[in-house]
């Protein structure tokens, strides 16, 4: 049988360990026969998605769900019907940038995801938590290993996305989690079918940029195309002038030359945009920051534009 988050009662007071409690696998066969039912839905829900794009870099904090919320307001400025899917579980923020308090409507084919600012779309495991404090954390035995909590994070996260419905969006962004290992955010990214690629975040600094190298390496070898790569907190705006200042000499571009990443753009730190995401009020469209995201936005979407005229062309010469 096919545990979903409806038949798991989802209410306020439910928490993660509920769900994990439901979700008993009999057998093997059992198992595999749950997957194939997962993977049609979630192909048949998001099928009339046009774009599907995942948000994620190697390391955590480097500002993977602002650089989603804001792409998800720019792509909306640029009059797409735009949709958020938050995969973080331990951590997730998209509501709270966004400045969103719904919950999803739980309906018998699954859960509809609540509308924020713009009309955007957003499903989040918040929406299925009760107060701030709340987060969604193992708190049973900690003599399972890290290797059978991670399978039980990837089957809540597959069966999560699984139940969401879709219905009016254009432009699909996944926030994806921070993955210890470089291997767990292209797992992930893997759950969403026909992904077109994926956006990489990443700061200047040495580390940020080796863990970086890694997650792209894996998510080439499980055929997950990278569109670009977004350089965060790359400088600051000199308080005389207003103009960005980078921090390093350089930043990302050798790191991109390397491994044949376009470089999207460069965003500098701004103490607007931190208290921004923090009290959940986007930006105001003609701040300094905005036209960042707005020309990041504009390439990405150029981008896959060019690439369905290729395929269009490609598909018009072979008749
Ligand atoms: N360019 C920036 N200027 C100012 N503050 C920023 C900038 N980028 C990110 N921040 C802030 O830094 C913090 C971390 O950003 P964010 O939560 O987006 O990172 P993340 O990569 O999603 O983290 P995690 O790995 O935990 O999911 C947030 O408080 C965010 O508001
Ligand atoms: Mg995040
Ligand atoms: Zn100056």
Redesign the pocket.
Known sequence: MMVTFKEAELSPEKDLKTILDKLQYADSAQVQRQLVDQTLQVKIRMGQIKRKLVVM?G???????????NLALAFSRLKHRVGVLDV?LN?P?IPK?LGMKGRFEITPDGAVPPVGPNGIKVASMDFFLKGETSSVQWKGPMELSPVWLGLMEMNVIREFIADVIWTDVDYLLA?L??GAAADKPPVIAGFIPELDGAIV?ATPSEVAMTVVKKSIGYARDVGIPIIGLVE??SGAFCPKCDEAVPFFDGGCEALCEELKVPLLGK?????Q??K???HGMPLSDDHR?TKYFDDIAKKIQDFLESKKNLAVESLRRNK
């Open positions: 870099s390391k955590g904090g480097v500002g993977k769900s602002m650089t989603t919320t973080d951590g923020c940038m926030d989690p921070p975040v965060n907190m965003v500098p730190f701004d103490a945009l931190a921004a995401c923090d920051i």
